[in-house]
Nanobody, 115 residues
């Protein structure tokens, strides 16, 4: 059973940057495609970026060119570097397997962008 712990969120002004991290415990992290999801208040959770075990990435259009997903398989950690942040990026950010989330959800990390 994979356990996920997200960290690194915070409050930044529009145009700023943040990097969030997710560390996985349990088996077979390195074999899995991982993704970052986010859920804004009152909205459904959405998948915003994925990375395969070999480093192939995918981004939803709304974050393309601003966000970069990466992973360190030696540390069982996946990162999301977020630049040029916008108020509409405000959400609780989670990681999980992708495109289907099979692990139990972690607590997420809150990202708040002020205008």
């Amino acid at each position: 059973q994979v356990q996920l712990v997200e960290s690194g969120g915070g409050l930044v002004q529009a145009g700023g940057s943040l990097r969030v991290s997710c560390t996985a415990s349990g088996n077979a992290f390195n074999a899995k495609t991982m993704g970052w999801y986010r859920q804004a208040l009152g909205k459904q959770r959405e998948l915003v970026a994925t990375i395969t075990r070999n480093g192939v990435t995918y981004y939803v259009d709304s974050v393309k060119g601003r966000f970069t997903i990466s992973r360190d398989n030696t540390k069982n950690t996946v990162y999301l570097q977020m630049n040029s942040l916008k108020p509409e990026d405000t959400a609780l950010y989670y990681c999980n397997t992708a495109p289907s989330p099979f692990a139990s959800w972690g607590q997420g990390t809150q990202v708040t962008i002020s205008s």
